[in-house]
């Protein structure tokens, strides 16, 4: 299991100021000597936190495997193309949201996803797609050659939060959710059961194609157990909470807790 950790909130830090730190680049080596097995960026194409440059600068430099998320953006992919990170993460995006709220549309978008899929291959980039836990995602991602996905587990995340923080008793309350505990952890167990599924399908080998299986997205040191139990999901991506974390305790020990909380040695 890899721990993935997203640095695109130091970057946020930054552009709060609009100067030069704190640099995501120093978080890269800090990131590395903690332990995580790889760094994941989002340039996004408002640029709110992540720059060109930044990628730039962190693909020519980690130590550590680089995974970029990016939007099926012509401009932003034709860039990553001629940087080679070692991996391209399809994300939808939209521009008023906080964070990407939820999987890929494949169907959708399959043709442009299947020409962009066709570019990474041909600049020798690994790719993956951010899906929601659906079989059908699984079944699209298969057909195009994908090599791996990612699963979102925003809504199980969110039903954590709702079950077990105080967020129900903020404004933050996600009033979709604000059931009674019993029917959150049924929600949840749904959730994980879902993952499990998708997991299990995306890396089986029914037909010649099989999948890696990653997972990511509003996972925190309460949650993340469950998540990396989950037989075949190989890595997760984490960024908000460790980042959160950070700001306390600092990077490296908020990453070497996160390995903990993982179960990782
Ligand atoms: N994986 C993907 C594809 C994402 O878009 C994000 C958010 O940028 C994450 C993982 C990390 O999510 P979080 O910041 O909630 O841990």
């Not at 930054?14 to 704190?22: G, S």
């Not at 070692?86 to 994300?91: G, N, S």
């Not at 939820?102 to 790719?127: C, M, P, Q, V």
């Not at 959710?177 to 879902?194: D, F, G, H, R, T």
Request: aromatic share 4%; hydrophobic share 40%; charged share 25%.
């Amino acid at each position: 299991m890899t721990l993935g950790v997203n640095i695109d909130h130091i970057a946020t830090l930054r552009e709060a100021r609009a100067i030069y730190e704190p640099d995501p680049l120093e978080a890269v080596f800090i990131a590395k000597n903690a332990g995580a097995g790889q760094i994941t960026l989002h340039l996004r194409e408002d640029k709110r936190h992540i720059h060109d440059s930044d990628v730039k600068r962190i693909v020519q430099s980690s130590p550590l495997p680089v995974n970029i998320e990016s939007a099926l953006d012509e401009k932003i992919i034709d860039y990553l193309c001629a940087l080679k990170p070692q991996r391209i993460t399809l994300v939808p995006e939209k521009r008023e949201e906080v964070t990407t709220e939820g999987g890929l549309d494949i169907e959708s978008h399959y043709d442009s996803i299947r020409d962009t899929l066709k570019a990474f291959e041909s600049a020798g980039i690994a790719s993956a797609l951010f899906i929601d836990p659906k079989k059908e995602s699984i079944f699209l991602a298969r057909e195009l050659g994908a090599d791996a996905v990612e699963l979102h587990t925003g809504r199980y995340a969110n039903l954590c939060l709702m079950a077990y923080s105080n967020l129900s008793r903020t404004h933050r309350c996600i009033k979709d959710m604000n059931l009674p505990l019993q029917e959150q952890v049924k929600e949840i167990e749904k959730c994980l059961m879902e993952l499990r599924e998708c997991a299990n399908l995306a890396t089986s080998s029914i037909d010649t194609r099989s999948l890696k299986c990653f997972a990511g997205h509003g996972l925190n040191y309460q949650n993340v157990a469950q998540i990396a139990s989950i037989p075949h999901i190989t890595e997760l991506n984490i960024g908000h909470s460790i980042i959160a974390r950070a700001v306390f305790v600092g990077l490296e020990r908020a990453i070497i807790q996160m390995r903990e909380a993982m179960c990782l040695k």
